[in-house]
Each structure stands twice: as structure tokens, then as C-alpha cells.
């Protein structure tokens, strides 16, 4: 079992930065990729951005490419997410998963419950 606790959330106006945190306890979190998927009222769960266990191969949802940032430190068995020029429709509760690590949310194994992103105009 790996835990997954994600913080950082809160409400930041259009054009500001985020950084999400994602703190794993339990199995050896160096074995796992790790995404960022979020979720808009009314919409399906949307992939944000993926990270091997090595930081050696990101890759991101066109939608934030150049704008979000992935990174881990395996000494910390932390995984962030820096969100920077954030734009309403980034609006979402935001989640860490632990898994084998693609763009589909069914190949993740671990969740987190959740932090909620709230950007305004």
C-alpha cells in the first residue's frame, strides 16, 4: 500500500503560481511513477502530468505544457507540481496517483483524496 497526501491548494488569481505537494508514505516510493490527473465539476478526470520513478522521462497534457512543472525527490518521497501563469479553466480539485505510470488514470494504483485549485478572472 502506498498513502498518497497531497497540499498546496487554495484560490490564486489568473497569472499566479501553485506549487502542489504530494507526500508518499508506505511502499518504496522510488518504485513508482507518479502523476498529477485533475477534475473540473461535471467533467471526466483529466491526465495533468507524469513523472517515472527517476525523474528521467515527464511528460504533460498539451493544455499546461510550458505553464506546470513535475518533479520529484525521492528523499523526501515527495512528488510537486509547480503551476505557474494559472488560468481559470486550471480550475480542479487536483490528484497525486503512485502507478506504472501513462496518461490513463486506470493505470495508476494509489490516490490521493484531493486538493482543490481555484483560479479567478
Known amino acids: 500500500q502506498v498513502q498518497l497526501v497531497e497540499s498546496g491548494g487554495g484560490l490564486v488569481q489568473a497569472g499566479g503560481s501553485l506549487r502542489l505537494s504530494c507526500a508518499a508514505s508506505?511502499?518504496?516510493?522510488?518504485?513508482?511513477?507518479m502523476g498529477w490527473f485533475r477534475q473540473a465539476p461535471g467533467k471526466e478526470r483529466e491526465f495533468v502530468a507524469r513523472i517515472n520513478w527517476s525523474g528521467g522521462s515527464i511528460y504533460y497534457a498539451d493544455s499546461v505544457k510550458g505553464r506546470f512543472t513535475i518533479s520529484r525527490d525521492n528523499t523526501k518521497n515527495t512528488v510537486y507540481l509547480q503551476m505557474n501563469s494559472l488560468k481559470p479553466e486550471d480550475t480542479a480539485v487536483y490528484y497525486c496517483a503512485a502507478g506504472a505510470g501513462s496518461r490513463r488514470y486506470q493505470s495508476y494504483a494509489y490516490w490521493g483524496q484531493g486538493t482543490q485549485v481555484t483560479v479567478s478572472s
Open positions: 508506505g511502499r518504496t516510493f522510488s518504485n513508482y511513477a
